[in-house]
């Protein structure tokens, strides 16, 4: 895997290395992301979380075989475009659009996807969690700043 960008690169390699231990078929298709001007601890914020959050999901899973993570990354006409898509079991509980954690320390859990948020909102780009029949949809697109001589990765 190699989207052209040394720190997803980075991110994507450890956590496909995880999940493949772990049992979870993990495609990743990314690309067209050496040039994205968007700092690299949120680059690592956003992509770690997605990913720590789709593999215990996928851990919680009592069909080992439906064990999976679709990820898709890519940089189009200005725009990061991010997908993921992981099976989960259970109700997922939802409130304010954002999934509900379901282990018990609720004040210490569901940082992430809040962290993911906030992320992706500094760059005035949206999220959209969909459930569906299964199935939990993680939608990001934004739109990062201008590469430029005070941008964060010059």
Do not use: W
């Amino acid at each position: 895997i190699d989207p052209g960008n040394p720190v997803v690169n980075a991110v994507f390699n450890v956590k496909y290395t995880e999940a493949k231990k772990l049992g979870i078929i993990i495609p990743i298709v990314a690309d067209n992301l050496e040039n994205i001007s968007i700092c690299d601890s949120d680059l690592v914020i956003i992509m770690t979380n997605i990913l720590d959050n789709a593999i215990e999901a996928n851990l919680r899973m009592a069909d080992t075989e439906k064990r999976s993570i679709h990820l898709s990354v890519h940089e189009r006409h200005g725009l990061v475009m991010i997908q993921c898509e992981n099976p989960y079991e259970g109700k997922l509980e939802m409130q304010d659009g954002m999934p509900v954690t379901v282990k018990a320390d609720k004040a210490s859990h569901g940082i992430g996807t809040r962290s993911i948020a906030a992320t992706v909102a500094s760059y005035g780009g949206t999220l959209r969690i969909i459930p569906n029949d299964g199935m939990y949809i993680l939608r990001i697109v934004f739109q990062p700043p201008e590469a430029g001589p005070d941008s964060p990765n010059p």
